[in-house]
Structures are given as C-alpha cells and as structure tokens.
C-alpha cells in the first residue's frame, strides 16, 4: 500500500538511487529515440509532399513528439534504413524502459528476499539494453546535428560507463549477489 520509507534498509534505499539513475538513461532513451525518428519521418514528408506552412510543420512536429514510443518504433520499422536486429533492440529497449517506468521499484523495494538476486539481475539486464540501444540512438542524433559520425572515444565505452555509472550504488550488492549464485566447489 504505501511506502514506509523508515522500514526500508540501506540497502533498498541505494537500489533506489541506482533506480533513480536507471530512469535517467530510460529518459534519454526515449528522448533520443523520438527525436531521431521524428527528424527522419519529417524529413521523408518534406521530401515526398512538402508542407503547406510553417503551422503545418510544426503541428506534424508536435503530433510526432506526442506519439507513444511503440508506434514511433513501428513506423520507422516499416519506413526507414534501419536494420531488422536495430529495429529488435529498439523494441527490448522500449520494453526495459517499461520495466524500469514501471516494475523495477516496487519488485526492488517490496520483493521477498529470496527472489531478490533472480530480480536484481534482471534489473541489470534492462540497464544493459537500454544503455546499448541508448548509444545507437545517440549515435544517429549525433550524426543528424554534426553532420559526420561520432568519434569512437564516444560511443565504444558508452554502453559500458553508463552501465557503471547506474550500478555504482549498489555494486558491493552485485558481487554478494554473485558470490552467491556462484555453484561452491
């Protein structure tokens, strides 16, 4: 029902705050995304058909900003230069991006713990999707504002820093959590 902030430990509590830093990665995923499938959707349009006025276009902006991410998704699964293995990390993002907006905090603070260590990995998981589908759409804004593509010493860690940066309150949490799964010899 509600949410006892003085029964949750420490240790809840910095999973918390890696949740919190999960959402900002979710967020800058989206925001990337539409972004980068709206520019292109736009530009197709003003190719193909043109717009009338000014309003029109940025109505058509609008509109396009306000579309659910999903849809985004589909349409530019159907319409653009984008790979079939892009298009299917696009949508696990979208779907780790759901899990994280909304699951991951009340499974993290609510859940027994003995399922804890099988739900913290998932949480990993969707953290590690994201951030990689993340670089990809970054990669793509990148390229639609510069002109040219993103040097390396941006992109080829990516994944990995922000992974790092989202788990740094809670690693002391993971190694346990592996130690423990870990088989005994």
């Known amino acids: 029902m509600w949410i006892e902030p003085d029964k949750i430990s420490d240790l809840r509590s910095r999973l918390v705050e890696a949740l919190g830093r999960a959402t900002c990665l979710a967020q800058n995923f989206e925001h990337n995304c539409k972004y980068v499938l709206m520019i292109y959707e736009m530009g197709h349009k003003a190719d193909?058909?043109?717009?009338?006025?000014?309003?029109?276009?940025?109505?058509?902006?609008?509109?396009?900003?306000?579309?659910a991410?999903?849809?985004?998704?589909?349409?530019?699964?159907?319409?653009?230069r984008v790979s079939s293995e892009e298009i299917a990390l696009l949508f696990d993002a979208k779907n780790s991006r759901n899990y994280l907006a909304?699951?991951?905090?009340?499974?993290?603070i609510h859940l027994p713990a003995r399922d804890f260590a099988s739900e913290l990995q998932t949480f990993?998981?969707?953290?590690?999707?994201?951030?990689?589908?993340?670089?990809?759409?970054?990669?793509?804004?990148?390229?639609?504002?510069?002109?040219?593509?993103?040097?390396?010493?941006?992109?080829?860690?990516?994944?990995?820093?922000?992974?790092?940066?989202?788990?740094?309150?809670i690693e002391s949490l993971i190694l346990k959590s592996q130690q423990t799964a870990a088989p005994k010899q």
């Open 48 to 67: 193909d058909v043109g717009y009338a006025t000014s309003e029109e276009m940025w109505s058509h902006s609008a509109r396009l900003h306000k579309r």
């Open 69 to 80: 991410l999903h849809k985004t998704i589909e349409t530019a699964a159907g319409n653009f």
């Open 102 to 108: 909304h699951s991951a905090g009340i499974h993290l």
């Open 124 to 169: 990993c998981d969707h953290i590690h999707v994201l951030a990689v589908a993340d670089n990809l759409v970054a990669s793509w804004s990148f390229s639609i504002q510069e002109k040219h593509v993103p040097p390396t010493h941006r992109t080829a860690d990516y994944p990995q820093k922000i992974v790092d940066w989202i788990l740094h309150p």
